[in-house]
């Protein structure tokens, strides 16, 4: 506590007890004079004075209650922002990268690989995953996407973990796609938790586009994609 508050707080205090003090020697003069015979007035006096000093000495001491109670949220709230901001430091921190796209020729297959990364310096635990992929001009809406069922694992401090998402896509949702009149959309959401057990959230949109293609691969093109982060990994607490 500074030396402004604990002068601030040492008055009041001093204040009581020097009312305090003259309570009782009030009380001992009106004792004495009484026993002279003085008038009631003057009884009525000192009771009045007597009143008003009491009724001082509470005003002051709650003002001192309550000036501890402020010094005591004080010092809770730099207590409380302290621990925030050392959980900040260690926690887990989750995000979503964008690797690569591969096609089988054989089989007209699409798979995408996408990266869940934990950048901070503590385990990110009941990592939570699943995606989809939708064919559209448009960017679509999360509620637009068909979402898997969810897959669950862990993931160390500074690791990171692979995943592949297949692309099934009819021959003329494919035929947009190659000649850009439509775009594939990976969307990628991702729960954790971290070691102070506190939950968070992420989620990736993707946009991937023919950008080129190469020679012929059993009599088709070559492609290659590229894709435009439409949404980041945004996180939430």
Same mark, same amino acid.
């Given at each position: ?11 009041? /205090?001093?204040?009581?007890?020097? +009312? ?6 009030? =009380? +001992? ?17 000192a009771a009045l004075v007597s009143v008003g000093v009491s ?52 089989? +007209?297959? /699409? =798979? ?30 999360? =509620?637009?996407?068909?979402?898997? =069922? /969810? ?71 070559? /492609? ?14």
């Open positions: 506590m500074s030396d402004h508050k604990q002068t601030s707080l040492m008055i009041p /205090l001093a204040v009581v007890v020097a +009312g305090i003090f003259a309570l009782l020697i009030l =009380s +001992g003069l009106l004792y004495f004079k009484l026993e002279d015979g003085y008038p009631q007035w003057l009884m009525a006096i009724l001082w000495a509470i005003y002051l001491l709650s003002e001192t209650l309550k000036a501890t109670r402020d010094a005591v949220d004080s010092a809770n709230q730099t207590v409380e922002l302290t621990r925030d901001i050392g959980q900040a430091q260690v926690r887990a921190y989750l995000g979503i990268v964008a690797v690569a796209a591969f096609e089988c020729h054989l089989h +007209g297959d /699409l =798979s995408f690989q996408l990266r869940i990364d934990n950048t901070g310096l503590s385990p990110a635990r009941n990592v939570q995953h699943r995606s989809a992929t939708l064919v559209a001009h448009d960017v679509p809406d999360k =509620s637009d996407f068909a979402f898997g =069922s /969810l897959s669950e694992m862990e993931l160390a401090a500074q690791q990171n973990v692979n995943l592949y998402v297949p692309v099934d896509i009819a021959a003329e949702g494919r035929q947009a796609v190659q000649e850009e009149r439509q775009s594939i959309f990976i969307a990628c959401e991702v729960e954790y938790f971290d070691v102070f057990n506190q939950q968070h959230q992420i989620y990736w949109l993707g946009r991937y586009t023919v950008v080129g293609r190469a020679a012929l691969v059993d009599g088709q093109p070559q /492609l290659h994609w590229g894709v435009t982060p439409v949404f980041g990994s945004l996180r939430s607490t």
